[in-house]
């Protein structure tokens, strides 16, 4: 199958769904339930549906029972709506996606508020040596005139005896 196609149908999928859950299901157990993404296989036989539910972990387990006791119906409207001979199968699957956002803002915030504590600190701070560890040219002028002659291009730099350092 082509894969356009098949991100297609699952597009289609999706709404229909999306809009099943909305206007047509009525089970109590139902929560806030949105569908998130739907991906089909290549053969048209199978498609999952993620889903996000906005509320506590029992209210995800009611939801997750009620998805799966409307699954004939929801199938029975996905083959419907999009003509299919062989109306695939569905899935739900709840989407972490949204809770391992959440998790990472929350480290993201906790790491910007560390980053300013730090910035606070550094404020008065200062360096440990001098303001400016390197060497000028006229600072080179002065020490060869003092008799530290750097090494030359070529030669190897020798020990205080006069032997080489290899």
Do not use: C
Not at 56 to 83: C, F, N
Not at 93 to 119: F, N, Q, T, V
Request: charged share 35%; proline share 5%; net charge negative.
């Amino acid at each position: 199958m082509d894969a356009a196609r098949a991100r297609k149908l699952a597009d289609r999928i999706q709404q229909v769904v999306a809009e099943m859950l909305e206007r047509r299901i009525k089970d109590p157990r139902l929560g806030f339930v949105t569908v998130t993404d739907a991906r089909i296989t290549a053969d048209l036989r199978d498609a999952t549906v993620f889903y996000t539910v906005f509320g506590s972990d029992a209210e995800r387990a009611d939801s997750a029972a009620a998805l799966e006791s409307a699954k004939g119906v929801i199938r029975s409207e996905v083959g419907r709506q999009t003509g299919l001979r062989h109306t695939p199968t569905l899935t739900f699957k709840h989407d972490p996606l949204p809770d391992s956002a959440k998790h990472i803002d929350g480290l993201l915030a906790e790491a910007r508020a560390r980053d300013e504590e730090i910035a606070k600190r550094a404020q008065g701070a200062r360096h440990a040596g001098d303001a400016d560890p390197y060497r000028r040219p006229d600072e080179a002028d002065e020490a060869d005139e003092a008799g530290d002659e750097p090494a030359r291009h070529g030669e190897e730099p020798s020990d205080r005896a006069g032997h080489s350092a290899r």
